[in-house]
């Protein structure tokens, strides 16, 4: 079936340290990958996202590559800032027009000044 | 503007109580989710409607009855609250998109709390 598996958290990281959280999938055919952000208190909302092997997305200084060779979709971030202290999310969306999200367990991020 | 909105932001009740949570959006999106969030933030989708029509139903007990009066609202009705019902609920909105990655947009949650 397909799944999404997110590390575990919490990972705590001090300012301007780098940043990666690693997503990988199990799916058949070639899904759509995001990465979801939740900050304390709020709905999530989308990251970035990729729709094919190869693609980067980018946002607010994240990026994630979409690695079909290693079913991998990691996040990354050069220089954590407190404000990223967040949950992150790793998602999938198969091929076709089924609507549904298949959702990692999430990553908690504390970043300390 | 509130892309979407959910009704209440918190709840408190009793259990073996009934109550509704209200969610619209304005941003003319085709499908709207309802999820539950628990306290260790594991999301799961409970239903889905497309053009007021449910496309997924996960398996959620029948106490629970999403009803989608138009497009643009999604309203979560739940009988007889349990105390694990207590969690998070968000609602959701996107529209199709050609390449298959449309981005979902989250209300701001709303806590239910069963005593």
């Known amino acids: 079936g397909n799944s999404v598996t997110q590390m575990e958290g919490p990972v705590t990281l001090s300012e301007e340290a780098f940043l990666t959280i690693n997503c990988t999938y199990t799916?058949?055919?070639?899904?759509?990958l995001f990465w979801y952000v939740q900050y304390p208190g709020e709905g999530l909302q989308l990251l970035l996202k990729?729709?094919?092997a190869d693609d980067k997305g980018s946002n607010k200084g994240f990026e994630a590559t979409y690695r079909k060779e290693t079913t991998s979709f990691h996040l990354e971030k050069g220089s954590v800032q407190v404000s990223d202290s967040a949950v992150y999310f790793c998602?999938?969306?198969?091929?076709?027009?089924?609507?549904?999200?298949?959702w990692g367990l999430g990553t908690s991020l504390a970043v300390n000044p | 503007d509130t892309a979407v909105s959910q009704t209440p932001k918190y709840l408190v009740t009793q259990m073996g109580n009934d109550k509704s949570i209200k969610c619209e959006q304005n941003?003319?999106?085709?499908?709207m989710y309802w999820y539950k969030q628990d306290s260790k933030k594991f999301l799961k989708i409970m239903f889905s409607y497309n053009n007021k029509e449910l496309i997924i139903n996960e398996t959620v007990p029948n106490r629970f009855s999403p009803k989608s009066p138009d497009k643009a609202h999604l309203n979560l009705h739940i009988n007889s609250l349990e105390l694990g019902d207590s969690a998070v609920y968000f609602c959701?909105?996107?529209?199709?998109?050609?390449?298959?990655?449309?981005?979902?947009?989250f209300g701001p949650g709303t806590r239910l709390t069963v005593l």
């Open positions: 941003l003319g999106h085709d499908t």
């Open positions: 799916a058949t055919g070639y899904p759509s």
């Open positions: 990729a729709t094919k």
């Open positions: 959701a909105s996107s529209q199709e998109q050609q390449a298959g990655a449309d981005t979902q947009y």
């Open positions: 998602a999938l969306k198969r091929a076709g027009n089924n609507r549904k999200l298949i």
